[in-house]
Every structure is written in structure tokens, then in C-alpha cells.
């Protein structure tokens, strides 16, 4: 089959991102996941690609954060 590549946006939402997390296999909170919809929202504002490298460097940088 064909691998969908999600390319987030200013305006994506949080029901892209989990879907993309849960590609991953990876599950996250409610509140981690608008976390990471935020992040993700404000590193595109500063004009940065939201590239596969980028969005597992913030959902590792949020997860981290949540576990302390």
C-alpha cells in the first residue's frame, strides 16, 4: 500500500497529529497531545519545516516533560 506522508501545518489539528503518533505506535494524553499540537504550531510560526526529525525531537521533548 501507499505511506501517507502528514505534513503539518499552522492549522493542523490535533486529530492529524494523533493519528501520526499512533502511526508510530505511540500513545500520548489529551494533554500531552495539545502540547505537542502547540509546539508544533509554534515552531512552524518561527518558519521552521515540521519535518519527521523535527516532530519526534518535540513529541520526545513534550513526553520527557510529562514524565518527571
Known sequence: GHSREIVFGK???CSA?????RNMGIEVSKEDLLKIV?????????????????FKKIVKEIIKDGNK
Request: aromatic share 0%.
Open 11 to 13: 492549522h493542523s489539528g
Open 17 to 21: 497529529v494523533d493519528m501520526k503518533l
Open 38 to 54: 502547540k509546539k508544533i504550531k509554534d515552531t512552524k510560526e518561527k518558519g521552521e519545516e515540521i519535518e519527521e526529525e523535527v
